[in-house]
């Protein structure tokens, strides 16, 4: 679903099944990943972002800031909105405290 997505785009990248695993199965704390089922089980989605704290200097209580960057994203049958609407709660309660995201496509 990934590779068809980017087939969208001019330049784009195709991932292999490893480089998929590597990539993309989630990592606390270093690689979040995420799908929309429909209701017969299939993937219809996908959302990702990866950690990237930062130190917080001379701060009493706190010490790390907790930044998510969006990373690859498969709108199907929700709108990008609403997938990085559903990636920001997410991001969220996993306690990252920062979302970043580009406009590359």
Aim: avoid cysteine; hydrophobic fraction near 45%.
């Amino acid at each position: 679903m990934l590779n068809d997505y980017l087939m969208r785009y001019k330049l784009n990248i195709q991932f292999s099944l490893e480089e998929i695993a590597h990539f993309f199965l989630p990592k606390e704390w270093v690689i979040e990943s995420f799908v929309v089922e429909d209701d017969e089980k299939n993937i219809t989605d996908f959302v990702s972002f990866y950690s990237l704290p930062s130190t917080i200097l001379r701060h009493d209580t706190h010490k790390i800031l907790n930044v998510a960057y969006s990373y690859y994203n498969v709108p199907n049958t929700i709108s990008i909105t609403d997938l990085m609407a559903d990636a920001l709660v997410i991001a969220k309660k996993k306690g990252y405290d920062v979302f970043n995201a580009l406009d590359v496509h």
